[in-house]
Nanobody
């Protein structure tokens, strides 16, 4: 069982930045593939970003490429999502997820554990 706790969400204006954090339990964080997803009100959950176990490879949805950066700190069992140049359409609940035996990717089925989510609201 892996527990995930997201933090860092909030209300910001368009163009602002936020950094989300996701702390994971367990002693084998370095073996986890990590991902970020989001779900806007009335919409399906969608992929945002993912990072490989080594941290060398990262993957992004086209809608956030160039604005968001995913990173991991294995010493702190934490994955981050740096979000710059935020837009109103980025408004959603953001979830982090752990993949135990998978490669990083956009399919939610690759991931085994999910956090409770953190709300990000971007006003225009």
């Amino acid at each position: 069982q892996v527990q995930l706790v997201e933090s860092g969400g909030g209300l910001v204006q368009a163009g602002d930045s936020l950094r989300l954090s996701c702390a994971a339990s367990g002693r084998t964080f370095s073996t986890y593939v990590m991902g970020w997803f989001r779900q806007a009100l009335g919409k399906e959950r969608e992929f945002v970003a993912a990072i490989s176990r080594s941290g060398v490879s990262t993957y992004y949805a086209d809608s956030v490429k160039g604005r968001f950066t995913i990173a991991r700190d294995d010493a702190k069992n934490t994955v981050y999502l740096q979000m710059n140049s935020l837009k109103p359409e980025d408004t959603a609940v953001y979830y982090c997820a752990v993949g135990l035996n998978t490669r990083p990717g956009s399919a939610s089925g690759r991931y085994d554990y999910w956090g409770q989510g953190t709300q990000v609201t971007v006003s225009s």
